[in-house]
T-cell receptor
Framework: AQKVTQAQTEISVVEKEDVTLDCVYETRDTTYYLFWYKQPPSGELVFLIRRNSFDEQNEISGRYSWNFQKSTSSFNFTITASQVVDSAVYFCALSPFYGQNFVFGPGTRLSVLP | GAVVSQHPSRVICKSGTSVKIECRSLDFQATTMFWYRQFPKKSLMLMATSNEGSKATYEQGVEKDKFLINHASLTLSTLTVTSAHPEDSSFYIC??????????????FGQGTRLTVV
């Protein structure tokens, strides 16, 4: 069975603080994809990153960075110097390498206060 | 990224009526479309998966006669909520993927539809 856990239900930070959103997953597949999506108050899901299980290199994109640790089944997401516009619900998701199933975590609601 | 357009973004309907929600992939061909339901402050719950030209596959507990899904073309899928009741009020969101290559790509999501049944 596949499962994604995001232990932090809600996080509040003050603008310019760094914040890390945790994601732990379970899968029996040896190859798989991991994703992060952002859902702002307007509701649409915004794709942030896709990472395949072969690639454990950390990735940085502007203020965003991702740390993939296969040994601990974690795919954490860090926002550096947070901004009010970062306030949203963030979902971590897991998908098999081949196939259609897409499992979402429960989401973490991030509030960045001015 | 690719664009998926979902319409309408908001709809209010009377109890007992039916509502149709459209999901279109604008710049790619979506072999597979997914319909999710999201309750307030909750995660996305997969309702059904539809492949173009085939009957949709529904998740356990989802009434297929109530939530009719049609995926007649590679760019359009529709979800019809039949005989809507207040408990059907929710946020519905579709996603589209082109899985012809086999390997999974990212799923592109529509803007979502907020359905309120009064």
């Amino acid at each position: 069975a596949q499962k994604v856990t995001q232990a932090q239900t809600e996080i509040s930070v003050v603008e310019k603080e760094d914040v890390t959103l945790d994601c732990v997953y379970e899968t029996r597949d040896t190859t798989y994809y991991l994703f992060w999506y952002k859902q702002p108050p307007s509701g649409e899901l915004v794709f942030l990153i896709r990472r395949n299980s072969f690639d454990e290199q950390n990735e940085i994109s502007g203020r965003y960075s991702w740390n993939f640790q296969k040994s601990t089944s974690s795919f954490n997401f860090t926002i550096t110097a947070s901004q009010v516009v970062d306030s949203a619900v963030y979902f971590c998701a897991l998908s098999p390498f081949y196939g259609q199933n897409f499992v979402f975590g429960p989401g973490t609601r991030l509030s960045v206060l001015p | 990224g690719a664009v998926v357009s979902q319409h309408p973004s908001r709809v209010i309907c009377k109890s007992g009526t039916s509502v149709k929600i459209e999901c279109r992939s604008l710049d790619f061909q979506a072999t597979t479309m997914f319909w999710y339901r999201q309750f307030p402050k909750k995660s996305l719950m997969l309702m059904a998966t539809s492949n173009e030209g085939s009957k949709a596959t529904y998740e356990q507990g989802v009434e297929k006669d109530k939530f009719l899904i049609n995926h007649a073309s590679l760019t359009l899928s529709t979800l019809t909520v039949t005989s809507a009741h207040p408990e059907d009020s929710s946020f519905y969101i579709c996603s589209a993927r082109d899985l012809r290559g086999g390997e999974n790509t990212e799923a592109f999501f529509g803007q979502g539809t907020r359905l309120t049944v009064v």
